[in-house]
């Protein structure tokens, strides 16, 4: 009877898990279809749309990869981008979503346009990424990974010891076991519809991201699944594979490999190395930095810069302790004798190390940390490079915006990583050190909370699942079970959980007296927890009776319910975040005065009318947030993009467009055929230029005036847009209010609006009179590395030459490569930035002294025709004698008073053509020639054989 009672219990037991498991397998079928569904909203409503602007730049490089193959693609020389210098896009650009892209067209979905596939990846991507982290979760909770606590391994540290903690959970069915199946499923949920990773895998957003994250969470759970016993550590290669797609799509891989490097560290710190340690790292290092070498972006980077060494310190470290362990073989050594033996190996490691970086180091060897990375470990907008700290991405996270981005999650998170200290083990360790990194990098850089997703989705659905768990086993149990298992518990927290202690890497059999200390240890730390033990033992007792067990389920009924309101709640919140994320940027939704609501496509049809009405050779002139698109959509060539590989060429950007009218276009008409700005509110050029005129100072110090290195001469004095003097002056400012803003207008001599959008978000102008020599000259003058080689860049046209001459090349603080560092330009800008109010003053000082300046100029019509009048009128007369005279025998401060008396005779000319400015660069004259520069005279013009100013200070004739 009792033995049909039992087997009556077990199948009883097998179809309620049978029936659970249909169940998690049918909410995980549901979690996935959801986490494609809500990312594939922008399709629905816009259709197969690529979004915003670095992934224009990603679809043409894969349409390129699709037409020309691997071999020309990694040797493509783009010219159509950073004119003139162009850019070897092949070896700069991590191909790895091209390439997934491209195979997925030619092999998976042939019938598909190439345009579907890349805008339908993130929506795939950002499924399997929820998937995997799921499977994280639930390696991280299985009882073989959450059997130890902090607390012990610490003890262990003290005591010199490695204990595993046996268990005896009991699989359900399959193997699988509970809550870490629960605690998989809730992590899975909320990654399917957390906002910080939908941010960067909704439909149509073909960005690196939607790749990498993927390859993420798949590298970091191959890693810790090795790490779960010695038979798993040669996972260790799978792990370099993986790590090997994450260097080939993202940037981002740096994170990921010191991750890594730092958890290895991190349980050597503990002493908790290991055999499956060290195989899974050391196959992980090797075989993962192989093959990372082989991206032509990447290089020797690994082995190189500051960034990747720390992976490589600790793959060397783990040999020394290895060749330790080999020292000592079967010796009987004690801990002290050990720890001698390890000291002397490193001593001498680390002795020859520095000798060997003391014979590369001169010759440049390291690269030095990039500003983006050093941005990380300082306050925002005081990394020094003023294109770094133009970027609204690089500000830290605010507390507002982890809610923002993680919801519920942020909440729930710093309970799950206190789970994780409470039931760890080697793998899920890698938790805490994951969470940790994760934090501070988003802290101080709020495009980073995209890496808090994955960890914070793995901590909360541990706390979520963990806490659904037991509420669920409070009806699941029966009274009597519940208190058996009380019981049972209770003795074997006693018996059964026996600590296995490992000496030398060999576990000690249970029950045998290895020595006298391990006995006297054992017992100390029996004695020290028995009180606590006792007290476990009565609480679980009264839990057990009946009122106890009402007093559970009346708590559990409680805790799902709230659980079900936060959860409908972070579910309703996902899918509003994930409406507004919908919209495409380039197409947005917007409001007319009627009330009607118009889907604005003012930008793409900008750019369709540059492809359509402008010759195929054109140039565009556009600040570089918009090069990508200009590239793609209307396939004309662009001045600068998103790279921002080159800041002294975006600094001469910047230039032109915040200088003045008369000297951007002299700029302009050497580099470009037409200019687009954008224009209409919000984030519009304006809005930006103030950055732009600081770029363009970090390298040509004259831009702004002395003595204001963060450019606060430039800009609105007030919240009713009225401009300072120095942006009313802009090219920028004339084009982006032309005849839109009262009193604003272009000169219709240098400009030509030829395209105004339906809406005024976007306005093209063209340049009028460009010059076609600088034109003609750049194809002709490329200079190749090797004859008749692929990469050949280009060359600014001579043409540019004065402008060129006066930058100052800008130089990175972190680049100790350098011979000189432009420490005086740093300390003006740090304290510019550090006070900005006295910035400001000193800002609103020169500009009170350059409007008085001006104000003594010839500005009105009348003196304005009759400087036009004399530079117009060629002949000898005794006032060019006397300048020429003036000018040779450098006689400046005489000619400055003349000039002072008579502001006109600047502009006098010769029969020959020449004047005053010519005979300055003859002379090589800097004083005079900027006195003439700032006295408004041209530099640019010909004389009567076509020769330029700067064409004598070239030497010719």
Known sequence: MAKSSTESDSAASSLLGWAWLGVAVYVIGVLIATAYDIRMGAIKEFGPVIHEFDPYFNFRATEYLYDHGATKFFQWFDHMSWYPLGR??????????????????????????????????????GAMASVLVGLMTYE???PYNSSSTLLHWVWDLVQGQTTELTTHSKPIVLGLTSPAVECGIFSMAMMAIVPAHLMRSVGGGYDNESVAVTAMCLTFYLWMRSLRNDASAPLGALVAL??????????????????????????????????????????????GTSLAIQIPVVGWAPLKSLEQLGPCAIFLGMQLLKMCEMIKGDKTMTRTEYLKLRVKVFAAAGIGGIVLIMAVAPSGYFGPLSSRVRGLFVQHTKTGNPLVDSVAEHQPASSKAYFQYLHHVCSLAPLGFLMAMGNLSDSSSFLLVWGSTAYFFSHRMVRLILLTAPIGSVLAGIAAGQIFSWCIRQWWEKVDDSATS??????????????????????????????????????????????????????????????????????????????????????????????????????VKARLRDGRVIKLDDYREAYWWLRDNTPEDSRIMAWWDYGYQI???????????GNTWNHEHIALLGKALTASEEEGYQIARHLADYVLVWGGGGGDDLAKSPHLARIANSVYRDHCPQGDPTCRSFGFVDRQGTPSDMMERSLLYRLHGHQVKPGVEADPAKWKEVHRSKYGRVRIYKILDVDQESKAW????????????????????????????????????????????????????????????????????????????????????????????????WEDTEDTTLMWNLISNNQAEE????????????FIRSRDGRGPMWWAFEQRNEAITKMLMKAGVPHTDRDAKGMTPVDLLEGNA
């Open 895 to 906: 000619l400055r008073v003349w000039m002072e008396e008579e502001p006109t005779v600047a």
């Open 242 to 287: 993986a790590y090997f797609n994450m260097v080939a799509a993202w940037g981002g891989y740096i994170f990921v490999v010191n991750l890594i490097g730092v958890h290895a560290a991190f349980l050597i710190g503990m002493g908790r190395f290991s055999k499956k340690l060290y195989t899974s790292y050391s196959l992980f290092y090797l075989f």
């Open 486 to 587: 009380s019981s049972s518990n209770g003795a074997s927290s006693q018996s059964s959980d026996v600590p296995v202690t490992k000496k030398g890497g060999k576990p000690t059999k249970k029950g045998r007296k290895t020595s006298s200390n391990n006995s006297s240890s054992s017992s100390k730390n029996a004695d020290s927890f028995e009180g606590l033990s006792s007290f476990k033992t009565a609480m679980d007792g009264a839990l057990s009776s009946n009122e106890g067990v009402i007093a559970k389920r009346t708590v559990a009924c409680l805790v799902l319910i709230l659980g079900y309101v936060l959860g409908v709640n972070f579910t309703s919140y996902s899918w509003k975040i994930a409406n507004d994320l919908w919209n495409p940027t380039i197409i």
């Open 778 to 873: 750049v194809p002709k003058n490329r200079v190749c590395d090797v004859e008749g080689g692929w990469f050949c860049r280009g060359q600014y046209p001579p043409g540019l030459g004065d402008i060129l001459a006066s930058k100052t090349d800008f130089a990175q603080l972190e680049d100790f490569n350098r011979g000189k560092a432009d420490e005086e330009y740093q300390k003006q800008y740090f304290e510019a930035l550090n006070n900005p109010e006295k910035a400001k003053r000193i800002a609103r000082q020169l500009e009170l002294e350059k409007r008085k300046t001006d104000e003594s100029a010839p500005k009105d019509e009348t003196q304005r025709k009759a400087v036009d009048e004399i530079y117009n009128t």
């Open 631 to 641: 590239t793609a959509i209307a396939n004309r060539t662009t001045l600068a993009d």
């Open 88 to 125: 070897p896009v092949g070896t700069t650009i991590y191909p790895g979503m091209q390439f997934t892209a491209v195979w997925i067209k030619r092999y998976l979905l042939t019938d598909w346009s190439l345009n579907d596939v890349c805008c339908y990846i993130p929506a795939w991507f």
């Open 140 to 142: 991280c909770t299985t």
